[in-house]
């Protein structure tokens, strides 16, 4: 330990090197186990549709609850939108210390996911999330928050560790292998799948981890049960984020999506206002097809 460094410091310092080495760190206990209990009744009422509308929805069959109402759905976007509880998660305190030390004092979220995978459901394929949500400094990064044990065996987040450190945005296709979503893949990357390590952990533990680092999921091969995250995602708040739709007359390079979440310190942007412009809706599963 450096002198005149306290303990707390020095592990902040190690989490932090950590995270700029590998491209991700593992936060034990954002959630209390009450608070996850919390969050898993509310992914129920937000599938059974009581916190708002969920687009895409409306094609899961009338009168189901509990489990077989769950099995309907993958993963639902944005579900902040519609949920006052996600959106309090977003601010889980144990994850914003750790992102003001990765990222800056000042932090904003424009995405929420709740993946519910049931067992036999798909994962999603290499990918880097910086490729789906651009920020102009780099500084895209998600906390991924277990609401079940995530083991291998039902369908675990896996990463290249050091692959975030090229900076490179690496090539992506259309794949249709049956234990991936309709997600596209990344390839031609200079990593093998036997560099990559599983990341396992106890439910409200979160992987953080950078927007270039590259991961996937593998299907849930459990012979029951679900395979539940809180995915959120966050930036820097002094980088625009040209994503979405720009408006037209505006420059791609000025475009700046105002639908987010102030999490941490100020909003040097504040003078623009916030939109609404994202809306809570699921992903397509595979039962129904890939959209192509
Ligand atoms: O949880 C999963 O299965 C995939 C999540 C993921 O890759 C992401 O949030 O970027």
Not at 25 to 35: I, M, R
Not at 118 to 127: F, N, R, T, V, Y
Not at 154 to 171: K, M, T
């Amino acid at each position: 330990m450096t002198a005149g460094v306290t303990v707390h410091e020095a592990v902040d310092q190690e989490m932090v090197r950590g995270f700029h080495r590998d491209g991700f760190v593992v936060v034990g206990d954002v959630l209390s186990a009450p608070e996850v209990a919390a969050v898993l009744a509310e992914t129920e009422r937000l599938c059974a549709g009581e916190l708002g509308r969920i687009a895409g929805a409306d094609t899961a069959p009338a009168g189901l609850s509990g489990d077989e109402l769950l099995r309907q759905f993958l993963c639902i976007h944005q579900p902040h939108k519609v949920s006052s509880l996600v959106r309090e998660v977003m601010s889980a305190p144990r994850v914003i210390t750790a992102l003001t030390k990765i990222i800056g004092p000042n932090i904003k979220a424009m995405q929420s996911m709740v993946f519910i995978k049931a067992s036999g459901k798909p994962g999603q394929p290499w990918h880097q999330d910086e490729f789906f949500i651009p920020t102009r400094d780099r500084s895209l990064t998600a906390a991924w928050i277990a609401l079940d044990d995530v083991t291998v065996d039902n369908g675990c987040l896996w990463v290249l560790p050091g692959s975030h450190r090229r900076g490179v945005l690496y090539p992506d296709r259309v794949q249709d292998h049956p234990d991936f979503d309709c997600s596209i893949e990344a390839y031609d990357f200079p990593y093998e799948d036997q560099d990559a390590v599983p990341v396992e952990m106890p439910a409200g533990s979160a992987v953080i981890f950078n927007g270039y680092l590259l991961h996937r999921s593998l299907k849930n091969s459990g012979r029951d049960g679900f395979r539940r995250a809180l995915v959120n995602h966050y930036m820097s708040a002094e980088s625009l984020l040209p994503w979405g739709q720009v408006p037209e007359g505006v420059h791609v390079a000025k475009h700046d999506h105002r639908d987010v979440v102030l999490v941490a310190g100020t909003d040097p942007y504040a003078y623009k206002g916030l939109a609404d412009l994202t809306s809570a809706h699921t992903r397509p599963d595979k039962d129904g097809g890939c959209d192509r």
